[in-house]
C-alpha cells in the first residue's frame, strides 16, 4: 500500500491489489474516508497511516456497491457506512453479495481475514445532490455503467474529483452485471464536465491523476465503447492497458453487451 498527498487535506492511498484507491478528505476538523484498500495488513495500517498524517475519518463513503470498495467498515467498524441511493437499494436487493464475493476473491488470493465483513447501518446518499464535511461541500453525481448503481464526488474545497470505477490508467472500461455501454458513455460526459473544475482526478483503480491525463483517457474509453457496441472481440486496447488480465476484461464485455 501507498499513500500520497493530492492537497494539504487530502490523501490518496493505493492498494497493491488491482490498486483500488482509498481517498481521505479533512475539512472542519473531519475527515470522509471514501472506498479502501483489500487487504488486511493494509486496512489494520490505515487508522494508524492516516491518524500520523492528521486525518482520523469520522464517516465512511463507498462509491458504489463491488465487494472492493466497501471494506472501509473493516479498518473502522465504529462509523456508519454512507452510500448513493441506487447502492442502498442494490445491497438491500442482493443481501450478503458483497461478503459473498469477497469471500470467493479471498479464497482465491489465500487472504484470511480476522474477522468478516459487516456493513452495519449503512446510509442512503441523493444522488445527485450534496454531502457536507466540516463545512465543505462535496457534490454527488450519478455514475452508472461499470454496474447499475454509483457516484462520482467533486469536492470544490479541494479540487478533487473521486470518480470510482471510471477513468483507470490501468483497466479498460469494465461492464458489469446491471451496467451497461449507454450508462457507461452518459457517465463519462457527466465527468467530462468536472474535469476543467478539477486539479486531482482519483480513479477507482489507479494513481491519482492530472485532469489532462484523464481527458486523454476519457477519450481512450469512448472509442473503447464504440468498438465494443460494434462487437469486436479484436479490439484494440489502449496502449498502457493491453495487457492479457485487460483482454480478458474486454472478452467479458463483449459476451456481456451482444
Not at 64 to 81: N, Q, T
Not at 99 to 123: F, I, N
Request: with cysteine; aromatic share 4%; proline share 7%.
Amino acid at each position: 500500500m501507498r499513500a500520497v498527498s493530492v492537497h494539504r487535506d487530502a490523501i490518496v492511498v493505493t492498494s497493491l491489489l488491482w490498486q483500488t484507491t482509498a481517498t481521505a478528505l479533512r475539512a472542519g476538523g473531519e475527515t470522509m474516508l471514501i472506498d479502501s484498500p483489500y487487504f488486511p495488513d493494509e486496512l489494520e495500517l490505515l487508522p494508524t497511516l492516516l491518524k500520523e498524517s492528521g486525518f482520523s475519518p469520522t464517516a465512511l463513503v463507498a462509491t458504489h456497491g463491488d465487494f472492493d470498495h466497501v471494506l472501509g467498515r473493516l479498518a473502522f467498524p465504529e462509523l456508519s457506512l454512507g452510500v448513493p441511493d441506487t447502492t442502498a437499494e442494490r445491497l438491500q436487493g442482493h443481501p450478503g453479495e458483497a461478503q459473498r464475493e469477497l469471500r470467493a476473491e479471498d479464497a482465491g488470493h489465500y487472504v484470511q481475514r480476522p474477522r468478516p465483513l459487516s456493513l452495519g447501518q449503512v446510509q442512503s446518499l441523493p444522488v445527485p445532490g450534496k454531502l457536507e464535511v466540516g463545512g465543505a461541500e462535496l457534490e454527488l453525481h450519478p455514475a452508472e455503467g461499470h454496474t447499475a448503481d454509483g457516484m462520482a464526488i467533486f469536492s470544490p474545497e479541494h479540487g478533487v474529483l473521486i470518480c470510482g470505477d471510471y477513468l483507470s490508467p490501468v483497466e479498460v472500461p469494465m461492464i458489469s452485471q446491471g451496467g451497461s455501454v449507454t450508462g457507461y458513455r452518459e457517465t463519462l460526459i457527466r465527468l467530462a464536465g468536472l474535469l476543467g473544475r478539477s486539479e486531482t482526478v482519483v480513479p477507482g483503480h489507479g494513481s491519482p491523476l492530472t485532469p489532462e491525463v484523464a481527458r486523454s483517457i476519457l477519450e481512450e474509453d469512448v472509442a473503447y465503447l464504440g468498438a465494443l457496441e460494434r462487437g469486436d472481440e479484436r479490439a484494440k486496447l489502449p496502449k498502457r492497458r493491453d495487457t492479457s488480465a485487460q483482454r480478458r476484461i474486454h472478452a467479458a464485455n463483449v459476451a456481456r453487451v451482444t
